[in-house]
């Protein structure tokens, strides 16, 4: 088992060690009715990389905010032997809540993070006060999400070896519409990640297709879309708005995968209203 550590281009929070002997980074901003941040998937993620230019306005709009590393990212521990399956990453993420004492929260997960949402949601539904979620996996079969072409892209430069700055920028430019929003900071951060990730990280990064189970979380959603998104197929918005009872959907066309980034204003403006008035 290994950690990552901080340096330059990452920012240094807490660390707490779960039951299940697994250490995980996380940031904790502010103060109010906390907001659990769950990034995505992609080489070299982590929870400030991903949500920077939300959070902060999270914060001074009077929420606590938990940014959390997942296990494999950031500055947690990233094991070997271990399979990253949907199962385990919502078992990491209940014993988190217990270890730090959150009863309840509102989880805010984009891709895989939006996937252990939904998990973390029917199998501890208490927890749960509200769901967020940009492009959330987990509501497709895994052969529907190979075909995309930044799932093929990530899985091909990832296999090279060695990430640097510009195999980071070729993966990252498939996230956004607008590609001139991706700064060399947030490349840098995301490589230097990347080179401390197990190899089996993706290849064991299976999560179920939780359609049929939709219908059973009760908990107010709020999701977003992008139209022009290379990794999770837009009409996911359906499944959810055909079978969840209580959500809706913002579809952005000219909008890649992170649409906290792209649209960040609308994004942060949107959840805001939602975490405040329902």
Known sequence: MNSSHADSNTVQGKFVTLDNGLTLHYLDQGE?????WIHGSGPGASGHSNFKG??????????RNIVLDLPGFGQSDKPDDINYD??????????FL????ISHCTLLGNSLGGAIALGQALKYPQSVEQLILMAPGGVEERETYFKMIGIQKMVEIYGQGPMGVEEMRKVMHLQLFDTSQLDDNTLRERADVAKTQPKNLFSTMLVPNMTDQLRLI???ILGFWGTNDNFNPPAGVDKFLDNAPNARFLLLNRCGHWIQVEHQDLFNRT??????HG
Not at 54 to 63: L, M, Q
Not at 98 to 101: I, R
């Open 54 to 63: 939300n959070y902060p306005v999270f914060e001074k709009a009077g929420f």
């Open 218 to 220: 009760e908990c107010p």
């Open 271 to 276: 959840c805001l209203d939602f975490l405040k």
């Open 86 to 95: 949907l199962a385990f990453f919502v078992e990491t993420l209940n014993q």
């Open 32 to 36: 109010g009715k906390t907001v659990l």
């Open 98 to 101: 217990v270890k730090t004492g």
